[in-house]
C-alpha cells in the first residue's frame, strides 16, 4: 500500500558507504591518525564476588613505557554511575573503577596508560590486588532466596525496586485468576534464553585527543555520540561542552556499543596526560567484559477455551541483569509492554523482575526485552495448539489482534498486520488454511 | 626483546622496518604503514578481517610475526584495488549490497581475490568453504556469495581477466 | 543415523522507538550555493544503511533529486541531538526530523523561486528532477540550482529548516502497566524447515521463509538486507551462541572467535521472504521499523521446528547438540 506518489523512497538506491568499504577506505575510529598515542589497560577483577582489601600500583608506575595509572582514586566526580540517571532511573549503583569490592569476574579495576599496548598489557598485568573472595550468585531465583550471597547493598534482596516498591515492573489486566477457573485448558510452562556476546566485528573502542584549548575529541565507535559525551561529562564532572565526539560510522553494534564503557577513563587519561589515548577492547574483553544480552527466564500460565481461544495469560520473568543495573529496569519494563504478544487476551498479568547475579552486568541487543518474551510466546502457542488439538496457524490466527483492540497497557491496537503477515507466510510456506481463515483480516474478527 | 631489521615488498613498495621480535605484521601494516583496510577484529586469527597475501597466498595478518615476512612480497586491499577482478567484486559487492558495516569487507575482499586467483570458477561450496575463516556478523553472508558467483559468471564470460 | 525433518513457524510483532518515548532526534537542512542540500545530524549509521535512506527521505521531502542530497552525520559539535541507533527507532525518528526539517528548508526555497518567477509560492512544484515550475506550465520554471544562488547572492535569504521528532514520554503505571509505550508495531512471520540428526544432535536449518510487514519501506534493498542478516543471526542465537554454555554457571565462557561459535557462510540456508506495507500513522511515509525483529521471528520458529522433528519439547536456547540428544534420551526415557 503505498502512501502517496513516491519518487525516490521505496527505491532500492545503492548504500551510501559501500564504495568505501569495498576499497577499504572507510574511516572507522580507529582509523583516525594522531601523533603521540597512548594506550590505555585495564587491570580486571579475577573473582566474581570479592572484598578489595588494597591496590598496589607501584610495579605497574614503575613499569617500561607507563605514564599514567589511575584507580578509584584518580577519579574527579562520580565514583559510581547509571548511564541512565538522566532518565530518572537509579541509584547509581556501577563503579567506574572498583573500590570496597568487586562484583563480577573482568570489572574493572586500574586502568594503566602507556607508550605501547604491550607495554601498557604488561604493567596492568603488574597491578597487585589484595582479595578476600566472598560467596558467589549466578542464578537468577538462587539470588531471590533467603541468605542468598548479596550481590550490592543497593538491592538488598538482589532484585531491582520498581515504583511503589514493586518487586516487578507489572501489568494487571482483567483477572487472571477468575478466567483460568473458566478455562477449559490450563497450559504451562517455563522458558529460558542464554547470554548472548552482540559480537560486532569491530570490539568497543575510541580515541581521546586534547585539542590543546582545554577541550578533548572523543572518536568513538558508540551507537549514541551525544549519550556517551553527557555520560562521559557527568562521570567526571566536567561541563560536556569541553567534550566533542565523534563518530557516526560503527563496526556493527546490535546493543553491544551503547554502554559507554571505553570513552569516560580515555577521556579522563587523555586529560591528566595531555596526550591523545586509545582504550580499544580485545576481542577477549568483547567476549566476556562487554555486556551481553541478558539471560531471561520466563514462566508462562495460559487458560484457553475448546475453540482456541486464550482467555487469560500469567508471566512471571526473572531477567538476569548482572551485577549491576545498566538498562536492565527498562527492558524488563518493555518486556512487560510487549506482553501477551501479538494477540489479544482479555485478562493478563505480567511480573517481569530485574535481578542482580555476579555475572557480567547484562545489556542492551538487538530486540531488548522483547526477543525472550517472542521466544517463550511462540514456543508456548505451539504447546497450546497440541495440548488443545487445533492447528497451529489457525490458533494463531483467531488470537491475533485485531485493529482497535485494546491491550493489556489500555493503549488501543493501531496499524494492526499480524493476521496479513500469517496469511502471507502460510502462503510462501505452502500451507493450506481453510476459507474462513484465508479471508480473515486486522481490520474485522470475522470467522475463524 | 631484540629489535631487527625487515625487508618487505608491501603493495609494491619497498620497506625496511626496525621492529621488535613480537611485533605482528598486522601491527607494521596497520600502525606504521598505514594500511588501514588491514582490519582488526579480534587478533586472535578467529575473523579474517586483517585477511591479507603474503607470496601469492592468503594469510592472517595478525597471527604473522613480521619477522616471518623477511624479503616477501605482502599485499592488502590498498594493492589490490586497481587490478581488475578486484574491480569487478567491487561492483558486485555493491550491486548486491554485500557489505553493511564494512568492517570485514576488506578481509573478505582480500580472501576471495585469493580464491580467485587460485580458482576462477570456484563452486557455490567452494566459495562458502572459501569464507570459512572470514566472518561477517551482518549480511547472513547470502549477499556475499551471491556477489562472488556474479564475479564469476562475468569473468567465464569475458575470455580472460 | 537417522535424519530427521520438521517444520516450525512462530508469529510476532515488535515496537518501534524506546520503550515509553521521550527519544528525540533532530535534524537541520540547508542548501548550498548550488543547490545541493545538506542534512545535518548526530544519529549514528551502525551498517543498516542509515545514511542512505535519511537521504532518500530527505530527497522526497524537498523534492529534489536524491544525488543532490549530502548526509553529514557524526559530530556533536554540528549535529543537532539524536538520542541514538537502538530501538528500531532510527528511520522513524531520525526519518521524522528529516521530513520536518526538509519541509522547512523546501517551503523557503519556494518563496525564492516565487520571488524569482514572480508568482505565488502555492503555484509552485518541484519535479524531483531539479527544477521549480508553475503548475500546469512547465516552462515557466527555475531550477534549484539557480534558486539556491538566488537566494544567497541576490536575496540574502537562507534556504533551510529545522526538524526534531519526540514521542512524548508517557508514564507507566507501576500498578496496572498502563502507558503508552511504542509509536506502531510491525509484524513478522517466520517458517523454518530443519533436519536434525538423532545421532549427533547436529540441526540444519534447511530453509526460512518470512513474511514481514514493516510499514512503507523507504529501501526494499535494505529491508531485504536485514532480514536474510537477520535470519543468520537468528539462526546463531537459536544452535549455538553463548557467553555462559553451562548457563547459569560463568565456567568456561569463550573468549575468542573459536569458541564463540556462530554459523560460518556454509551453514546458512536459503532466505526466501515477502514484505507488506501496512503504514504506520505516524511514520516517515508510513515507515515502521525493521532492524531488530528479523532476529526474533526466526528463534522460536527453529526451535518449533525441532519439537516438530522429534516430537520433543525444548524450551531453552541455545538447542545445542547435547540438549538435543538429551532430550531424545528423556523423551526414550518416557516411553520406556
Excluded at chain 3, 530527505?58 to 543537532?80: N, Q, R, S, W
Excluded at chain 3, 509560492?121 to 531550477?143: M, P, R, Y
Aim: aromatic letters at 6%.
Amino acid at each position: 500500500m503505498a502512501v502517496k506518489d513516491l519518487k525516490i523512497v521505496g527505491q532500492p538506491v545503492k548504500l551510501r558507504d559501500l564504495d568505501t568499504h569495498v576499497t577499504g577506505e572507510t574511516v572507522f575510529y580507529e582509523d583516525v591518525r594522531v601523533p603521540r598515542l597512548l594506550h590505555l589497560k585495564m587491570h580486571r577483577s579475577s573473582y566474581s564476588h570479592a572484598k578489595l582489601l588494597s591496590i598496589d600500583t607501584s610495579a605497574a608506575q614503575a613499569s617500561p613505557g607507563v605514564v599514567l595509572v589511575l584507580t578509584h582514586e584518580d577519579l574527579p566526580g562520580k565514583k559510581v554511575y547509571n548511564a541512565l540517571v538522566g532518565a530518572g532511573v537509579g541509584p547509581e549503583d556501577e563503579p567506574i573503577l572498583a573500590f570496597d569490592k568487586v562484583r563480577w569476574k573482568g570489572e574493572s579495576v586500574a586502568a594503566v596508560i602507556a607508550e605501547t599496548p604491550e607495554q601498557a598489557d604488561a604493567a596492568a598485568a603488574k597491578v597487585k590486588v589484595e582479595y578476600e573472595e566472598l560467596p558467589a550468585v549466578f542464578d537468577v531465583e538462587e539470588a531471590l532466596k533467603d541468605g542468598a550471597p548479596n550481590v550490592t547493598a543497593h538491592w538488598p534482596n538482589n532484585h531491582y525496586i520498581y515504583p511503589d516498591d514493586h518487586k516487578g515492573a507489572q501489568v494487571r489486566f482483567g483477572d487472571v485468576e477468575k478466567a483460568f477457573a473458566e478455562a477449559d485448558h490450563i497450559v504451562e510452562d517455563s522458558y529460558q534464553t542464554q547470554p548472548i556476546e552482540q559480537a560486532p566485528m569491530e570490539t568497543n573502542g575510541c580515541i581521546a585527543v586534547p585539542e590543546g584549548d582545554g577541550r578533548i575529541t572523543v572518536y568513538s565507535n558508540t551507537q549514541a555520540l551525544q549519550f556517551s559525551l553527557d555520560t562521559a561529562a557527568g562521570i567526571l564532572d566536567m561541563p560536556a561542552n569541553k567534550l566533542r565526539f565523534v563518530g557516526g560510522t560503527v563496526g556493527g553494534g546490535f546493543g553491544g556499543k551503547v554502554d559507554i564503557m571505553p570513552e569516560p577513563i580515555t577521556t579522563l587519561a587523555a586529560l591528566r596526560t595531555g596526550r591523545p589515548v586509545k582504550f580499544k577492547y580485545t576481542r577477549d574483553e568483547e567476549m566476556r567484559v562487554s555486556s551481553s544480552r541478558s539471560a531471561w527466564r520466563v514462566y508462562i500460565k495460559d487458560g484457553i477455551m475448546n475453540d482456541g481461544r486464550i482467555i487469560a495469560r500469567k508471566v512471571t520473568t526473572y531477567q538476569d541483569s548482572g551485577a549491576y543495573l545498566r538498562f536492565s529496569s527498562y527492558a524488563s519494563m518493555k518486556h512487560c509492554g510487549h506482553m501477551p504478544g501479538p494477540y489479544s487476551i482479555p485478562n493478563v498479568w505480567v511480573d517481569s523482575v530485574v535481578v542482580f547475579t555476579n555475572r557480567t552486568p547484562s545489556n542492551a541487543m538487538r530486540g531488548f526485552g522483547v526477543m525472550a518474551g517472542s521466544f517463550a510466546l511462540e514456543v508456548q502457542m505451539d504447546k497450546i495448539a497440541e495440548t488443545i488439538g487445533m492447528d497451529p496457524w489457525e490458533l494463531r490466527l483467531i488470537n491475533a489482534y485485531r485493529e482497535g483492540d485494546m491491550k493489556s497497557h489500555l493503549k488501543p491496537v493501531e496499524d494492526a498486520g499480524m493476521v496479513e503477515t500469517i496469511l502471507s507466510a502460510a502462503k510462501l510456506a505452502g500451507k493450506e488454511l481453510p476459507a474462513n481463515f484465508q479471508n480473515m483480516s486486522s481490520l474485522d474478527r470475522k470467522a475463524g | 626483546m631484540a629489535s631487527k631489521i625487515v625487508n618487505m615488498r608491501v603493495n609494491g613498495r619497498d620497506e625496511a622496518l626496525v621492529v621488535s621480535s613480537l611485533t605482528t605484521l598486522q601491527d607494521v601494516l596497520r600502525d606504521k604503514l598505514d594500511y588501514t583496510s588491514v582490519k582488526d577484529g579480534c587478533s586472535q586469527g578467529g575473523c579474517g578481517s586483517c585477511s591479507v597475501i603474503i607470496d601469492g597466498e592468503l594469510r592472517l595478518s595478525c597471527l604473522t610475526p613480521v619477522q616471518e615476512v623477511h624479503g616477501s612480497e605482502v599485499t592488502t586491499l590498498e594493492g589490490l584495488n586497481q587490478s581488475n577482478s578486484i574491480t569487478a567484486l567491487q561492483s558486485q559487492f555493491i550491486e548486491k549490497y554485500a557489505a553493511q558495516c564494512g568492517f570485514c569487507t576488506p578481509g573478505m575482499m582480500v580472501a576471495i581475490k585469493a580464491l580467485l586467483d587460485k580458482n576462477p570458477s570456484p563452486s557455490r561450496d567452494e566459495i562458502s568453504e572459501a569464507l570459512a575463516g572470514n566472518i561477517c556478523r551482518c549480511t547472513g553472508y547470502l549477499p556475499i556469495i551471491e556477489a562472488v558467483e556474479s564475479v564469476v559468471a562475468e569473468m567465464s564470460g569475458a575470455a580472460g581477466d | 543415523m537417522t535424519k530427521l525433518r520438521g517444520t516450525g513457524f512462530a508469529a510476532v510483532n515488535y515496537p518501534t522507538g524506546m520503550h515509553l518515548g521521550g527519544d528525540p532526534t533532530q535534524s537541520l537542512v540547508h542548501a548550498t550555493t548550488s543547490g545541493n542540500f545538506v542534512v545535518t545530524m548526530s544519529s549514528v549509521d551502525l551498517g543498516q544503511g542509515l545514511k542512505t535512506i535519511l537521504a532518500q527521505i530527505a530527497a522526497e521531502a524537498l523534492g529534489v533529486p536524491y544525488e543532490t542530497v549530502i548526509v553529514d552525520t557524526g559530530d556533536t559539535d554540528t549535529g543537532p541531538h539524536c538520542t541514538g541507533t537502538f530501538a528500531s527507532r532510527t528511520t522513524h525518528r531520525a526519518g521524522n526530523a528529516v521530513i520536518m526539517a526538509a519541509t522547512e528548508a523546501r517551503k523557503a526555497m519556494l518563496e525564492v523561486a516565487a520571488e524569482k518567477l514572480e508568482v505565488s509560492v502555492e503555484d509552485l512544484e518541484t519535479d524531483g528532477q531539479g527544477n521549480i515550475h508553475v503548475v500546469g506550465v512547465e516552462e515557466k520554471s527555475i531550477s534549484v540550482a539557480e534558486t539556491a544562488g538566488a537566494a544567497h547572492f541576490e536575496l540574502g535569504k537562507t534556504i533551510s529548516g529545522r526538524g526534531i521528532y519526540l514521542k512524548p514520554p508517557s508514564p507507566m503505571d507501576p500498578d496496572t502497566g498502563e502507558s503508552d509505550p511504542d509509536s506502531t508495531q510491525a509484524h513478522a512471520c517466520t517458517v523454518a524447515d530443519v533436519e536434525v540428526d538423532t545421532e549427533t544432535g547436529d540441526v540444519q536449518v534447511l530453509g526460512i521463509k518470512s513474511a514481514y510487514e514493516v510499514g512503507q519501506q523507504v529501501n526494499p534493498e535494505l529491508v531485504k538486507g536485514q532480514i536474510v542478516g537477520g535470519a543468520w543471526m537468528g539462526i546463531g542465537h537459536t544452535l549455538q551462541e553463548t557467553t555462559a554454555p553451562y548457563y547459569p554457571a560463568i565456567d568456561h565462557a569463550p573468549k575468542d572467535f573459536q569458541s564463540y561459535m556462530m554459523p560460518g557462510a556454509a551453514d546458512m540456508c536459503e532466505v526466501e521472504c515477502e514484505v507488506l506495507e501496512i503504514a504506520s500513522r505516524n511514520g516517515p511515509f508510513g515507515a515502521k521499523g525493521v532492524g531488530e525483529m528479523v532476529t526474533n521471528s526466526p528463534i522460536p520458529a527453529i526451535v518449533n521446528a525441532i519439537n516438530n522433528a522429534l516430537g520433543v519439547r525444548i524450551t531453552q536456547i541455545p538447542v545445542t547438540p547435547e540438549v538435543i540428544l538429551r532430550a531424545l534420551d528423556e523423551k526414550a526415557a518416557n516411553s520406556a
